[in-house]
């Protein structure tokens, strides 16, 4: 077995980090996952996490919200930040913190019940609306930065779960935006959906990026290209490469990257 290389190569941010991990490493058990990550994720920019299955990019994605603490066996070191805020420091909130670290999975999830309380779920949970109106007004704009509105405004009391799996999908994104998250993580959001749904679905990450900043796990190196502006490529649990996405899928500076980005693995 050859050793693990744990060069990482990084051009800097042009602009503000709006997260910045320094030294993390993560353990499931004995089992190593994430070998010294230390990776900026810029402010109202789209991070794609990419690399071969295993390689640790939903366990990095779950460091940033503190996913992972619900794994009894996950051990994390390091240092993670937003905005300067240290997100592991004991004093902190983890409810806040996943109400300012919002979250998308790979299925849609929304829960059982109304299109309407799917979307007021978050907001109630941490007392965000004033009046009855202004819980509709949170609804309804939530809603229509989704990209969701027109398709559902006249049956917001009809169950979420029988929406179309892309409608599913806006749903659980119009919840996720509900409570103002500053950044907003997606593990593969549209592995589940056929190319139509997303399409729109990537059309709103583009458009969502003017006010939040999303880092999303994809295994498809086309969707990483078409939504992202920056790129890190993983292996074995290693950040290898980081830079401007088109950096990245046209002149990749390490072999391990050259070799997954032209198809060579993975
Ligand atoms: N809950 C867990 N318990 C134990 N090991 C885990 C757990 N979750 C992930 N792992 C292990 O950690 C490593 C990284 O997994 P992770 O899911 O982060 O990779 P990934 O790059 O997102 O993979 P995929 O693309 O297949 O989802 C793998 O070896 C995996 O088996």
């Given amino acids: 077995m050859t050793a693990l290389d744990f060069t990482t190569h990084t051009v800097p941010l042009d602009g503000k980090a709006k997260i910045s991990a320094k030294n993390v490493n993560l353990w499931y058990g004995e089992k190593q996952a994430l ?43 390091g240092d993670i930040r937003i905005d ?16 300012r670290v919002g979250m998308v999975f790979q299925k ?22 004033e009046s009855k109106d202004h819980m509709e007004h949170i609804v309804k704009s939530s809603l229509e930065r989704a990209g969701l509105w027109k398709e559902v405004s006249d049956r917001l009391s009809a169950p979420g779960t029988g929406l179309s799996g892309g409608q599913q999908q806006r749903l659980c994104i119009a919840r996720a935006i509900a409570v ?36 999303i796990v994809t295994h498809s190196m086309q969707q ?7 790129t890190a490529f993983f292996h074995l649990g290693v950040l290898v490469e980081n830079g401007p996405t ?19 693995f993975g």
Avoid: W
């Fill in 35 to 77: 070998y010294n990550i230390n990776l900026e994720i810029a402010e109202h920019q789209v991070t794609a996490l990419i690399g071969p299955s295993g390689c640790g990019k939903s366990t990095f994605l779950r460091c940033l919200n503190r996913m992972n603490d619900t794994i009894s066996i996950c051990r994390i070191q």
């Fill in 84 to 99: 300067g805020d240290d997100i592991y420091a004991p004093e902190l909130d983890v409810v806040h913190l996943r109400a």
């Fill in 108 to 129: 849609p999830n929304p829960f059982p019940k109304s299109i309407f309380d799917n979307v007021a779920y978050g907001p109630r949970l941490h007392g965000l609306a």
């Fill in 180 to 215: 103002s998250p500053e950044v907003i993580l997606m593990d593969e959001p549209c592995s589940a959906l056929d190319p139509i749904a997303t399409a729109k679905i990537e059309e709103l990450i583009d458009e969502l990026r003017e006010n939040f900043t999303i880092a």
């Fill in 224 to 230: 990483a290209a078409r939504v992202s502006q920056r």
């Fill in 246 to 264: 088109e950096g990245i899928f046209t002149s990749p500076v390490d072999k391990r990257t050259q070799d997954y980005v032209t198809g060579r």
